[in-house]
């Protein structure tokens, strides 16, 4: 892949306003397993479309937030000159496009305010916090969705996704069947934020600072023009990133561009994780390294399950869940059995193009999840990185196998050596599923707290005095 850019074919401004590339523009989305709801993977919508991530800057007066917001004021100005303004309307465009920010950061911030439009198995009326969401919250149906912020046109949004699916293979060409469907399979992680936006589109102006009065319609477009030339900047050329580059080093201080490898790494990554994945498990991981490391896991889990056979602070009742939990959990080591690659439209020469089609394919994959059966082997990780994690939704720890490898591991060096460095990582993840989150999933990652009072009120002390 050539990392230069040269348009051939761009994808329509609907395409990218409508969401179907989730660039985040006012909301983003992703599909996950939802928290104590086993049976089916839910579409969780959640606030986004501010640039600088904290509310507050936006919103609290000080000279250090005025000096961020006027930065941005002026690199929105920039793109859009850059991106073929004139220089009034470029700031002008900007303007606008931060009247609506500093709008959608009050309501990023603003507290749960009414009840949504009681969806019908919705028990509870709080917002739902990934990773916090519980049986209180209830998942919408489209319908309920519509009625929460009726200005939205969801259903041509999820519609306009559902085309695109239909021209994908096998079970992906049915994504968002059940959603349109009418299945109760969505979460908005902050509901009072999309009941706002709703109001504020169903507002014919906006009367700014300065007294001049913006018409609706005419702010929205400016907002949605400048983020996603936001959004894409980084797939364009070398002013839109020295641009950027100004932008961050204002804000994080941070001194260096990075060097051009590290971000054609990262796009090749990204967007062909298939091969990259494969490439890496062929080359740098043997059938040794993984045996080895699977026995570790399997003697640290063995070690963990005599451990707690012999606290003497739980009480029975306690010891029971967690010795349950402790044996069904699933460790996985390496690599999920098998990747599939994503398949796109790819042209030499056509950065840009390439990128969007690799990640709308990348989308369209994971929303497609909504119509299968839960995994729960499912890795979030690639296989190459360095790290390691437990997913309480499905009582697993995950470890690729680019933990395997010096310094946390050896497969020349002796076995202790390895279980000083890649086994206690192994014993750091399993107590994730019995510290103060893991014990509000039971073994079968049911919503359950399974710490009987007695333990919850030793165990603090217990943890401080081991400190
Ligand atoms: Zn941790």
Request: charged share 20%; proline share 6%.
């Amino acid at each position: 892949m050539t990392c230069h850019t040269k348009y051939t074919r761009a994808l329509t401004f609907e395409n990218l306003c409508q969401g179907v590339l989730n660039m985040q523009n006012l909301w983003s989305f992703k599909v996950n397993l939802p928290m104590g709801h086993r049976d089916g993977y839910s579409l969780y919508l959640k606030p986004s479309g501010i640039t600088l991530n904290n509310p507050a800057i936006y919103i609290l007066e000080s000279p250090e937030n005025q000096k961020l917001i006027d930065a941005l004021r002026q690199h929105f100005t920039r793109l859009n000159i850059l991106s073929g303004l004139a220089p009034e309307l470029a700031s002008a465009t900007a303007n606008n496009s931060l009247y609506i920010e500093v709008m959608l950061a009050k309501f990023h911030a603003e507290a749960p305010s009414a009840p949504p439009p009681s969806p019908s198995n919705q028990s509870g009326s709080e917002d739902c916090h990934v990773p916090f969401a519980s049986d209180s919250c209830g998942a919408y149906a489209l319908g309920d969705l519509e009625e929460l912020s009726p200005l939205v046109p969801w259903r041509r949004i999820f519609g306009a996704i559902h085309d695109e699916c239909k021209e994908l293979e096998g079970e992906q060409a049915n994504c968002l069947n059940s959603l349109l469907g009418g299945v109760h399979n969505i979460i908005p992680t902050k509901s009072s934020y999309f009941m706002r936006i709703s109001k504020a589109m169903e507002r014919k102006s906006f009367t700014l600072n300065s007294g001049k009065v913006l018409s609706g319609p005419s702010a929205w477009s400016s907002y949605l023009r400048t983020r996603i030339l936001y959004d894409v900047s980084t797939l364009l050329p070398q002013p839109f990133l020295e641009a950027n580059f100004d932008l961050d080093s204002q804000i994080s201080g941070v001194e260096n561009m990075p060097p051009r490898w590290q971000k054609c790494v990262r796009a090749v990554s990204k967007s062909l994780p298939y091969t990259t994945n494969s490439l890496y498990l062929a080359l740098h991981f043997s059938p040794k390294a993984r045996g080895e490391g699977e026995a570790i896991v399997d003697f640290i889990k063995r070690s963990f399950i005599k451990d707690l056979r012999a606290e003497e602070w739980f009480d029975e009742e306690t010891r029971g869940e967690a010795l349950k939990k402790a044996m069904a959990m699933a460790i996985h080591v390496g690599s999920p059995s098998e990747y599939v690659a994503l398949k796109y439209d790819v042209s030499a020469g056509a950065y840009f193009n390439n990128s969007m089609n690799a990640n709308k394919a990348k989308v369209l994959r994971d929303l497609s999840l909504l119509e299968q059966v839960p995994d729960r082997g499912r890795w979030n990780m690639q296989a190459y990185a360095v790290n390691a994690y437990y997913d309480n939704t499905v009582n697993g720890v995950f470890i690729p196998a680019g933990l395997l490898q010096p310094p946390f591991f050896n497969e020349s060096a002796p076995m202790e050596q390895n279980f000083g460095g890649f086994g206690a990582i192994i014993g750091h993840e399993i107590t994730h599923g019995f510290d103060n989150l893991g014990s509000q999933f039971d073994s079968d990652s049911n919503v359950r707290d399974w710490w009987s009072p007695l333990v919850a009120k030793v165990l603090p002390r217990f943890e401080k005095s081991h400190l």
